[in-house]
């Protein structure tokens, strides 16, 4: 026969025996014969039980009455299924023979799976095994008038399954998301051609939130601006994309500098507990400790101090003590008093501000919290942290950031993620 490079796989049935004892058999011989001439595969997979092997015998019969020879082995074999009705054993023999011609490394082949003949279960399980692999799946289709397709009217229909691969593509997509994989996202985005999916309002989203985790406000806002709240793929999360909008509209284009370092200090504390979430507690840490800092320079800046160049006179004029003050001279550099968080905190104090009167109660614990954190991988050690070590920290910089400002509580639930509901039922769609 004629070849391609083509494996077909066909479900063997026995066909409708309403007249004689292998009727039944000689007229789905023909139809199978039918396919097989009209694709011209290089081979033929038969899936078959002890009892319709006997339909393939008549197929080798209509080659030979074409003068054309089938040849077992050669041009096709066997592969037996005796538990016809159940599903999981059809799905794994057509399983297994799939690996069988994907990891042949001598020949790339393409398979179609044919799955009309057969019983339900067979034909069921087979679609379901080509859809999941991405195989060509096709049908017999044709004349019903006797209510089979009539022999000599058969229509091969190839099973165009994107809408199907595209609505997998929008579950991974969701989960992806809620696991903060943006980029997984995006590229899983660029795939998906059914045009009743709002891809480039899944696009920006997805873009969105990217920027967002790698702290770029700008972009961040630009695309999430670009999203249609209003489509139906985001009827879940639209009232929490409007808090994200409005949080990121704040930073982005406040006029007021302590609201938009309160609503960045809480983008902060939420990008260390996503990381947590992903057991990349040095990475969660490293984080909170910014988060520690930039909560001491937002207090600072009430003050019109500014850490990286304290001025002094403004220190005197606030009364601080002349000790304290021979403290901060001795951190000097290039002309400037430069001092960092510990010394953030204690000049806070020196202050009076209840920021500072915390770090000092708290001394000894956040000096041992911020000593594991020196010492973590991502800092200037080698130890790696727990997630003992994340939450206590945590506990102190969500302490702190409470008593920063009153809104706070606003602020860290405004910024936190919007996450998809994963319990929707993908088949209303």
Known sequence: ??????????????????????????????????????????????????????????????????????????????????????????????????????????????????????????????????????????????????GEVSVGTEIINYQNLYKIYDRFAVIRIRHNFNANRFMACIETLKRIVDLNIEKESFLNLCKAYYYWDNMDFENAYSFLTKVNINQRHFIEIAVKLKKNLNALGIIVNSKSENLKNCYALASLINNSKRRAAEYKYDD????????????????????????????????????????????????????????????????????????????KEHENKIKDLTHKRNNSVLAHGLESQSQKDFENFLNVVVDLALKLDKDMNKFLNETEFSKFDLKLKYNQF
């Open 1 to 146: 026969m004629k070849r391609k490079d083509i494996i077909l796989f066909m479900i063997v049935g026995t066909g409708v025996n309403s007249k004689s004892g292998d009727e039944g058999f000689r007229l789905l011989a023909q139809k199978l014969y039918s396919t097989i001439t009209k694709i011209y595969p290089n081979h033929v997979v038969f899936f078959a039980s002890d009892r319709s092997k006997e339909t393939i015998g008549y197929i080798e019969e209509l080659f030979e009455n074409d003068n054309d020879e089938f040849i077992f082995e050669e041009d096709y074999h066997i592969v037996p299924i005796d538990a016809i009705d159940d599903f999981n054993t059809c799905f794994e023999v057509f399983e297994s023979k799939i690996w069988e011609f994907d990891m042949d490394i001598t020949k790339e082949y393409q398979i179609i799976m044919d799955y009309t003949s057969g019983t339900k279960t067979m034909s069921a399980a087979m679609a379901c095994c080509g859809m999941f692999y991405n195989k060509d799946l096709i049908s017999v289709g044709g004349d019903r008038t006797t």
């Open 284 to 359: 969660a840490i490293a984080r909170l400790y910014r988060s520690f800092e930039l909560i001491a320079q937002i207090k600072l800046s009430k003050y019109n101090l500014v850490s990286s160049d304290i001025d002094m006179n403004l220190l005197l004029e606030k009364n601080v003590s002349e000790d304290f003050i021979r403290y901060l001279e001795k951190m000097e550099e290039d002309g400037k008093i430069k001092i960092g968080l510990t010394a953030d905190f204690l000049l806070l104090n020196e202050l009076g501000d209840d920021l500072g009167k915390y770090y």
